[in-house]
């Protein structure tokens, strides 16, 4: 069964700085693409970023570019998201989830239960 | 306001068929795949519905998903009550080199 934990969410003060976590089992975690998606209280979905298995590529969503970075080890079949200049429109639940990819595919197959990260002085 | 256009809410009642849409562009429906998420209240996003109309194990097959241009659909019939959720399509935009969201749809079973 795939299982995705993350941890780290808390709260920071405006330009503060943040480290999730998503602790993969259950699967062949070097294999997939993963990714962050993101849901602001009361708000719809907003994929964040993502990252080829090998690591080797990144994307974001323009909003946070510069500010986060998406990495991975898969020693430790684990997914990170390092979050810089945090600002207050970064409150949300993120969510880690294991993504599908193929030629013009692309859909998150698995999702986590999210981690809350708030950002307020 | 989201690249992904579907109606802010629907409804029906039990054992009705409900539609929605979702209204994309070339960049993105028009060119890829599309994918639908259930969310019920309280919890995470679940996928529903891959490469257009392709169900995962263990999803109903009173859940449907069709393509036509730059636009999708996701159907439901037989409405149950714990079909009460939000519903969001996505899809790869080749423009915007990202995953896209629609603002997704609250589905009311009357």
């Known amino acids: 069964e795939v299982q995705l934990v993350e941890s780290g969410g808390g709260l920071v003060q405006p330009g503060g700085s943040l480290r999730l976590s998503c602790a993969a089992s259950?699967?062949?975690?070097?294999?997939?693409?993963m990714s962050w998606v993101r849901q602001a209280p009361g708000k719809g979905l907003e994929w964040v970023a993502n990252i080829k298995p090998d690591g080797s590529e990144m994307y974001y969503v323009d909003s946070v570019k510069g500010r986060f970075t998406i990495s991975r080890d898969n020693a430790k079949n684990s997914l990170y998201l390092q979050m810089n200049s945090l600002r207050a429109e970064d409150t949300a639940v993120y969510y880690c989830?294991?993504?599908?990819?193929?030629?013009?595919?692309?859909?998150?197959?698995?999702w986590g239960q999210g981690t809350l990260v708030t950002v307020t002085s | 306001q989201s690249v992904l256009t579907q109606p802010p809410s629907a409804s029906g009642t039990p054992g009705q068929r409900v539609t929605i849409s979702c209204s994309g562009r070339?960049?993105?429906?028009?060119?890829?795949?599309v994918n639908w998420y259930q969310q019920l209240p309280g919890m995470a996003p679940k996928l529903l519905i891959y490469i257009d109309n392709q169900r995962p194990s263990g999803v109903p097959d009173r859940f449907s998903g069709s393509k036509s241009g730059t636009s999708a659909s996701l159907a439901i019939s037989g409405l149950q009550s714990e079909d009460e959720a939000d519903y969001y399509c996505?899809?790869?935009?080749?423009?915007?080199?990202?995953?896209?969201f629609g603002g997704g749809t609250r589905l009311t079973v009357l």
């Open positions: 259950g699967f062949i975690f070097r294999s997939y693409w």
């Open positions: 989830t294991s993504d599908g990819q193929g030629t013009d595919i692309y859909y998150f197959d698995s």
């Open positions: 070339s960049s993105n429906i028009g060119r890829t795949s």
């Open positions: 996505a899809a790869w935009d080749y423009s915007l080199s990202g995953m896209i």
